[in-house]
Structure formats: C-alpha cells, structure tokens
C-alpha cells in the first residue's frame, strides 16, 4: 500500500536482542495490548515501524502533488474549494504520520531528508500523471478508496501512535472518496465526451491502483513477523480482493466498464480478476515511472525555496528567547 | 546538508465549554506563536475545538512504564475506596 517497499526484503534484520523481554513484548501484543513509545520493544519492530510510518507519511505529501496539479483548473468553485480542502488534509495526514513516527526515535528532519535524498520510498501510485480533470474523480473514488480498506485495519495496529494517528486521518478519508464518486458520477451523467473522459482515466488508473496493494501473497516478505506483532491484520491479496469487490458494483453504476476483460464474478460473488503486470510495479518502485523523477525533483524544490522561511522562523525565535533571558536578568 | 532540528510541541485541544483540554497529538514548529497557528491548521480544519494549548514536549516529564507496577499498584489494591465495597441494604434504596 502506502509502505510497498517494505515487501522487498533488505537482509534479516530479526534479531532477538533478550530472549525474555522479546517473550514478555510478544504476550502484550498476543493480549491485545497496544505499545506506547516510552515501552521496551524488539530492535526489529521499531525498525519496522518507522519504516512503515515514514513511508506512509512520505506517501501523503507526495500525494499533494498530482492533485494539487489540477487545483487551478477546476471546473468550478465548488469543485476547487473540495480540492483544495482535500488536499490540504493530505498534508495533515503527512504531518499526523511523522509525528507517529518521530516518536520511535528519529527526528523529523532524518525522515524527510531521506525521502528528499531519494532513499526512502512512497506509494508507486503517486509517480502516475494526472492528465485530465476526470484523473482527481478517479483518485478520490480509487486511490483514496484503496487507501481506506488498508487504513481502517490499521486503526487497531499494536502501536499506539500510528493506530491513533490512522483513526483521524480515517475520519477524513471518507469525503476524499465521496467527492471522487460525485465527480465520476457527473462526468458519466455528462456529454459523450465527458463519459468518455472518465472511462480513459478508469483506464489508466486501474491497474495501478491494484498495485496499491503489494505484491501478491506468496512472494511478499515481512508479512510474517508484522502479521504477528500485529501491525499488518490483513494480507496483500485479502485486502485488494476486498477493495475489487467492492469496487465492481460501484463502476457498473457508473456505467463504466473495468478495463479487464477476463475478470469474472466467481460462486462465492467474488470478482476474480486478471494477473496483474508486476514489470510495470517494479520499474515504478525502482524510480522507473512516468513522473518519479518530477515528483521528487518537486520536493526537494519546494524544500528548498521554504528554507528561508525556516531559518527567519528560527532566529526570531532564537532573538525573543535571548531578549527575554536578558530582561529576566535585569 | 541535514536540516536543522525545529522544536516539538504538544498539543492539547478543548473541543466544546466544559470540558477538559485533551491531548491530540504534536507538531513542530521554532516558538510558541507559530506553534498554535500550525495547531490551529493541523487539528481543528472541521471545527474540532474551541481553545488550543501547545506545550514544549521537552517540558514534560513522564513516568516510566516498566515502573507502572510500583507506581499504580497501591491504588489497585484498596478496593475499599470504591462505593461497591459497602453494603447497603436493598430496603434502603439507591444511595
Ligand atoms: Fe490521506
Ligand atoms: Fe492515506
Ligand atoms: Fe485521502
């Protein structure tokens, strides 16, 4: 989802540093205790953690920017101000997420730093152009929809901050769907053209979208160890099965067709759909998609035009704490 | 080059008359004035309290968890304090 990289193994980082506290940690999570920053916890789950919650924070800011692309150029001002709002929710949910993550022990600076230097990753979603105004319909009903059906387990995540952290951006996440359905919906009660419009974004987007989830089951790794400490509840292809099922019956009320000419609805009433081309997802998480490099040369220039603004925060506060003390002084 | 560290805060919000300030969650941000902005922009944009603190998190001091057993432990054990300790006859009524 947001934290895909972390299915791709980086050597065995699980380590068993105390074999009697590791136990007494595993029976607080197996009792559905939640751990709070101050707790004694495995090496590896902090590692993991932070991983997770940095990417996931990283994902959110990265997310402004294909929406934010079409901010100026809504087709009304309800249209604009919905945009504007959801977009500035992404980068609450950015800040949320850092601040989770921060309390594992890196500062904010390291995490955002390592993202600016290109060596943490973000969801594979947000290197996709948005190239028409029906791509901000498709991503509120798609994108943020996938990010539902993988936000709400984490809401009961063993670690206290990113569990609470996920309530509140959950809170928000359902008018960033609703306002995507409205548009696809008056795009596809609109002229041919603009039903057309809509159908080449679901065209575009769809498969992507399903690359949200990760990789398939059987070559995911650290499922395993997050599975048992609780972080991760569902697997990559429970939660991307969920999101296809629910998603079919909304498409056809839009009229829209899935562009999947294989997926069929199976006994059970599952929609079973085709192989997915994970080429295409591992050249993106490799820095191989169509906007990687924009994305993050946007960052970083972003980061660097605020510096200003920054170091004058920093020194005005630096100047009244030095007058204060010298007024104490007196 | 690394950016340098901007101070953390918390921040507790008071979201209706009555009742109390209630952590939220943090922000960073270099003094106390910028501090409540960014609180004000972070966790109320749906109108999600009437008053904003934002404290130093450096101001805090904390117990320690591993020592939660000598700390509460005393309180857990004097179930005497607690109403359903007492026996009132059923005749008397609600009390
Ligand atoms: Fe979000
Ligand atoms: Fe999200
Ligand atoms: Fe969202």
Known sequence: ?????????????????????????????????????????????????????????????????????????APSLRRKAALLAKVQDECGHGLYLYAAAETLGSSREELVDAM??????YSSIFNYPTLTWADIGTIGWLVDGAAIMNQIPLCRCSYGPYARAMIRVCKEESFHQRQGFEIMLTLCRGTDE???????????????????????????QHSDTSTKWKIKRFSNDELRQKFVDATVPQAQFLGLTIPDPGMKQDAEGHWRYSEIDWTEFKQVLAGNGPCNRDRLAARRKAHDEGAWVRDAAAAYAEKRARRSMAQAAE | ???????????????????????????????????????????????????IWVVPSSAITASDPSEKGMMFEPAESKIYRHPTFYDVPEEVGHM
């Open chain 1, 194 to 220: 603009q039903k057309a419009m809509a159908q080449n974004s679901l065209d575009r987007w769809w498969w992507p979208v399903l690359m949200m989830f990760g990789p398939p089951d059987q070559v995911s």
């Open chain 1, 116 to 121: 600016l230097a290109g060596k943490a990753k």
């Open chain 2, 1 to 51: 080059m690394a950016t340098p560290n901007t101070p953390l805060w918390e921040v507790f919000i008071r979201s209706r008359n009555g009742l109390a300030h209630k952590h939220v969650g943090s922000l960073h941000a270099a003094d106390a004035t910028l501090a409540l902005q960014a609180a004000r922009d972070i966790y109320t944009r749906r109108g999600e309290g009437l008053s």
């Open chain 1, 1 to 73: 989802m947001y934290t895909q990289a972390l299915n791709s193994s980086d050597g065995d980082d699980r380590f068993i540093e105390d074999a009697d506290r590791a136990a007494a940690f595993q029976a607080r999570i197996d009792d559905d205790e939640r751990i709070e920053p101050n707790d004694w916890m495995p090496a590896a789950y902090r590692k993991t953690l932070t991983r997770q919650i940095s990417q996931h924070a990283h994902s959110e800011i990265v997310g402004m920017l294909p929406e934010g692309n079409w901010i100026t150029r």
